[in-house]
């Protein structure tokens, strides 16, 4: 199973950019999508953003237009651009891998927004 390192969290003041990243263990150039989940005290983990195997990405709704996911294949790794960023963004990041069935979790990081 691959190991995913996050890194990038932190206290950031409403408006402001943090940039999270998630090194994979291993190579990411086949894997069939990576991406960030967010869970918030009390709620659901909900998905943020992904980018699937041919680099094409998709975001849920309530961050389009202010967060960017991005990958360097070579160095085994994604990126999530915040910007923009407000108190209902406040959560623990999760970096996601997906490799045919088998989806594996970092350990999350924590972000929080203060107002």
């Known amino acids: 199973q691959v190991q995913l390192v996050e890194s990038g969290g932190g206290l950031v003041q409403a408006g402001g950019s943090l940039r999270l990243s998630c090194a994979a263990s291993?190579?990411?150039?086949?894997?069939?999508?990576m991406g960030w989940y967010r869970q918030a005290p009390g709620k659901q983990r909900e998905l943020v953003a992904v980018i699937v195997s041919g680099g094409s990405s998709d975001y849920a709704d309530f961050v389009k237009g202010r967060f960017t996911i991005s990958r360097i294949v070579a160095k085994n790794t994604v990126y999530l651009q915040m910007n923009s960023l407000k108190p209902e963004d406040t959560a623990v990041y999760y970096c996601?891998?997906?490799?045919?069935?088998?989806?594996?979790w970092g350990q999350g990081t924590q972000v929080t927004v203060s107002s």
């Open positions: 996601y891998h997906r490799s045919g069935s088998l989806v594996s």
């Open positions: 291993r190579s990411i150039f086949s894997v069939n999508a």
